[in-house]
């Protein structure tokens, strides 16, 4: 916890604190929700490998768009970043069917004002990765928007960059994972505007946590798709009947190494870094 800074928000399982009037400070937990429920049971560095991994993004995306990151801290946890003025929408982008996706996809034949080819089954790729912005909901959940929607709450010049940077970010980092055996089905951007009202990628990007990862030997269209890193601990929430509402269940110790494996091997296979290195020096991903 850091001292002398006030707490200024929280998300489920990351914090964020003031540093000063310039910067914050995005401190991400060891925390892991499931069904999204937040799980009693911890697992030892998924914190530190969701901001490794985020700022091993940040350092090769700079050339599609700035970032707020400023610094990452010794403890390979907690990283400094720029104040933003927070844009109201969040940016998903979809590269396959899947979750709310899919839902409006057998509903309507589209997504967000997307209108995509009959006969797609879920967890299908899309011929093209799609934009489909979504606003957070008071009930706590996104809430998917159309096109016209997104415009009017950042404007028009503002919703084509977005559009156009949050793809291109998408397609380097899902290029980069599927070389490694990973497929990245989705992902969700927040960006800001800094003080010279330019675009800068904020939040934490390209995660596990803010995205769908899925092993790439096991794809099957056609069907759900096993998580590359929650399905040990959702395996184990469903053999237990859980009714999916608060509190969470423990989670035994095999389920607990087994899951915190499953995130070392991501950041490992995607950042060609051991993940010891990382531990030793954090600034290894910044290179
Ligand atoms: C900010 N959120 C959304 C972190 C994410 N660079 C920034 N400047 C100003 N505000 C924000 C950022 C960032 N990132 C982003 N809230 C404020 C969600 N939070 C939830 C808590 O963890």
Redesign the pocket.
């Known amino acids: 916890m850091p001292e002398a800074a006030l707490h200024?928000?929280?998300?489920?399982?990351?914090?964020?604190y003031a540093l000063d009037d310039d910067r914050?400070l995005?401190?991400?937990s060891d925390r892991i929700s499931t069904f999204d429920v937040v799980l009693p049971t911890e697992i030892p560095d998924k914190g530190r490998v969701l901001t490794g991994l985020a700022a091993f993004w940040f350092t090769r995306t700079r050339a599609i768009c700035a970032n707020?990151l400023l610094a990452l801290r010794p403890d390979g946890r907690s990283t400094e970043?720029?104040?933003?003025?927070?844009l109201p929408i969040e940016c998903v982008v979809r590269g396959y069917l899947s979750g709310s996706g899919w839902k409006d996809y057998t509903a309507t034949g589209s997504v967000c004002g997307h209108s995509l080819p009959a006969g797609l089954v879920e967890s299908a790729e899309l011929p093209e990765p799609i934009f489909t912005p979504a606003t957070?909901a008071v009930t706590g959940h996104d809430e998917n928007i159309d096109r016209d929607t997104a415009a009017d709450l950042v404007g028009a010049a503002l919703f084509e960059q977005v559009e156009r940077v949050s793809i291109a970010l998408y397609r380097f980092a899902a290029d980069h994972a599927r070389e490694r055996g990973i497929i990245i089905a989705d992902t969700k951007f927040?960006f800001?505007l800094d003080e010279e009202r330019r675009l800068?990628l904020?939040?934490?990007a390209l995660t596990p946590d803010s995205s769908r990862f899925w092993p790439a030997d096991e794809y099957r269209p056609g069907g759900a798709q096993s998580s590359f890193d929650k399905q040990f601990a959702r395996d184990y929430c469903e053999s237990l009947g859980w009714d999916k509402l608060e509190p969470g269940p423990e989670l035994p110790e095999a389920v607990v190494t087994g899951t915190r494996a499953r995130y070392v091997e991501a950041f490992e296979r995607l950042a060609e870094i051991d993940f010891d290195v990382y531990l030793a020096d954090p600034e290894v991903v910044l290179r």
């Open positions: 200024v928000g929280s998300g489920k399982v990351r914090e964020l914050l995005l401190v991400a707020h970043c720029r104040r933003l003025e927070m957070k927040e800001g800068v904020g939040d934490e």
